[in-house]
């Protein structure tokens, strides 16, 4: 008897292990959509942050390469700063965004397994039409994002090597040298937060169109 009741208790809590370990490895649509829009959040946060640095980094680059600068050292070490600035959040952002990428592909990948699972055709085409709507503009945000993480790199890179070119020669004529470069690179910055809001107007528009109500 104490055996059986052994036995069935040895059942019972490997039934409630197996349980607890399927519904920790599966995750429900609502929660794969709010991994989604969090990700897409924390995407957007980061823009912001990157519009104002780039604005930033590129005054000071203004300021430093300046032919009527009085405080060179001043403005090299600002620029210095805002270099390390800029260099940290373009890392941020492309890994906040290949987490956005991730998320989006498991979100609707999941969403399109699921709809085959209807038995009424009804709300299979409800379901399906949905996710093509949502689908597209999520996808906006991959439209929008072509080339910009590469400008991104490129700025960083080529900010760094002004910074380092003129930590070799911080004279009146370095400085000059390297202006007309310097002018293009704010361009690129320029280009690049334009290219970047497009980005999170995109992303706005997919998280106001996925966001769960609570």
């Known amino acids: 008897m104490k055996a059986t ?60 390469t300046n032919p009527i600068q009085s405080d060179v050292m001043k403005a090299f070490n600002l620029y210095s700063s805002n270099v390390l600035k800029i260099e940290s959040m373009e890392k941020d952002f492309a ?5 956005m990428k991730a998320r989006g592909k498991d979100y609707f990948e999941e969403w399109q397994k699921e709809d085959d699972e209807y038995n009424n055709p009804q709300i299979q085409d409800l379901s399906e039409q949905r996710r093509s709507e949502l689908d597209e503009t999520y996808g906006k945000i991959a439209e929008n994002s072509i080339g910009v993480e590469s400008a991104f790199k490129a700025y960083v890179s080529d900010v760094k090597e002004i910074q380092i070119y003129l930590s070799n020669d911080l004279t ?43």
Not at 27 to 54: C, H, Y
Not at 95 to 99: A, F, G, I, P, V
């Open 5 to 64: 009741n052994l036995f069935t208790a040895f059942l019972l809590t490997v039934f409630i292990i197996a349980l607890v370990t399927f519904v920790g490895c599966s995750s429900t649509g609502m929660e794969r959509s709010n991994e989604a829009t969090t990700t897409m959040q924390t995407m957007d946060s980061d823009i912001k942050l990157v519009v104002v640095q780039l604005d930033a980094t590129s005054a000071s680059l203004d300021e430093l």
């Open 95 to 99: 890994k906040h965004s290949n987490e």
């Open 172 to 214: 009146p004529k370095g400085i000059a040298s390297i202006a007309p470069l310097s002018q293009r690179v704010v361009k690129d910055g320029d280009d690049l937060r334009n290219a970047i809001k497009n980005v999170q107007s995109a992303i706005e528009s997919a998280r106001s169109a996925m966001v769960t109500l609570q």
